[in-house]
T-cell receptor, first 115, second 111 residues
Framework: DGGITQSPKYLFRKEGQNVTLSCEQNLNHDAMYWYRQDPGQGLRLIYYSQIVNDFQKGDIAEGYSVSREKKESFPLTVTSAQKNPTAFYLC??????????????FGPGTRLTVL | KQEVTQIPAALSVPEGENLVLNCSFTDSAIYNLQWFRQDPGKGLTSLLLIQSSQREQTSGRLNASLDKSSGRSTLYIAASQPGDSATYLCAVDHNTDKLIFGTGTRLQVFP
């Protein structure tokens, strides 16, 4: 069964703690992405990776970090430096490669709440 | 800077009606445009992708059109059903391998 999995579905964090959100895909996609979604706003890109061991900042990277050690995995760490981390986080993947049929597929999301 | 706008923000229609959702973008230099569906608290489901060289794509009761020169796309839903109730998002790939999203149209189809 091919797809993208994210865990956990819900995550609660105390202020000052770092937390890591998991994203795994078995679609053999080169590119992976992390987005943040807030009520009433469109999705905003946090980080993206077009190939293993390489990643770039998106529009709102401050307070976040990522790694891409394996093709299948792209974990996102929300650090204590992120001032307003409560949001719905979505991971996506695509074939990549600057092609016109580069369709992105999304995971089910992780809802992070800071207590 | 590419900006994507979706109108209307919300729409409520009776079952069976045909409807059109609108998406506009400011820069016509795009690789493709994608339409997504999002149910409350869920991830995004890809509905249709229109490449920059294409004018439309169809999947079942859904038809999406693209007019690059005017910076517009429409998603046509035929014979709407209560199960179509969701938020519909459009996003453009602005030649950067990154998607820029609109804020969505929240659709409710009532029996």
């Amino acid at each position: 069964d091919g797809g993208i999995t994210q865990s956990p579905k819900y995550l609660f964090r105390k202020e000052g703690q770092n937390v890591t959100l998991s994203c795994e895909q078995n679609l053999n996609h080169d590119a992976m992405y992390w987005y943040r979604q807030d009520p009433g706003q469109g999705l905003r890109l946090i980080y993206y990776s077009q190939i293993v061991n390489d990643f770039q900042k998106g529009d709102i990277a401050e307070g976040y970090s990522v790694s891409r050690e394996k093709k299948e995995s792209f974990p996102l760490t929300v650090t204590s430096a992120q001032k307003n981390p409560t949001a719905f986080y979505l991971c996506a993947s695509s074939i990549g490669g600057f092609i016109s049929y580069n369709e992105q597929f999304f995971g089910p999301g992780t809802r992070l709440t800071v207590l | 800077k590419q900006e994507v706008t979706q109108i209307p923000a919300a729409l409520s229609v009776p079952e069976g009606e045909n409807l059109v959702l609108n998406c506009s973008f400011t820069d016509s230099a795009i690789y493709n445009l994608q339409w997504f569906r999002q149910d409350p608290g869920k991830g995004l489901t890809s509905l249709l992708l229109i490449q920059s060289s294409q004018r439309e794509q169809t999947s079942g009761r859904l038809n999406a059109s693209l007019d690059k020169s005017s910076g517009r796309s429409t998603l046509y839903i035929a014979a709407s059903q209560p199960g179509d109730s969701a938020t519909y998002l459009c996003a453009v790939d602005h030649n950067t391998d990154k998607l820029i999203f609109g804020t969505g149209t929240r659709l409710q189809v009532f029996p």
